[in-house]
């Protein structure tokens, strides 16, 4: 069976940067979309960016500009660089994908931004 598993997160300064990865492993035959969401601590999961297969990206208004989302569809994986980070960035981040024809989700991974 298919599944997400993330990596990258961190503790980093104000202003830092980060990379998230969200690697697709096991019998992968189709992906049509990458989403990277956060949950902060008392708040609801939101969406931070989505890049479709062949490279569209959206972006939550929060992070335009600093964050970038891109994906590699030979190792169908998905990325998130993170830069400019804020504290307001402190959350746990899921990876999503459409992943044979099934919402598929990760285990997340914690992003604290703090001095």
């Known amino acids: 069976q298919a599944h997400l598993v993330e990596s990258g997160g961190g503790l980093v300064q104000p202003g830092g940067t980060l990379r998230l990865s969200c690697a697709a492993s096991?019998?992968?035959?189709?992906?049509?979309?990458f989403r990277w969401y956060r949950q902060a601590p008392g708040k609801q999961r939101e969406l931070v960016a989505t890049?479709?297969?062949?490279?569209?990206?959206q972006y939550a208004d929060s992070v335009k500009g600093r964050f970038t989302i891109s994906r590699d569809n030979a190792e169908n994986t998905a990325y998130l660089q993170m830069s400019s980070l804020r504290p307001e960035d402190t959350a746990v981040y899921f990876c999503y994908a459409y992943m044979n024809y099934q919402d598929t989700w990760g285990q997340g991974t914690q992003v604290t931004v703090s001095s």
């Open positions: 096991g019998d992968v035959f189709s992906i049509s979309v």
């Open positions: 890049v479709a297969y062949g490279g569209n990206t």
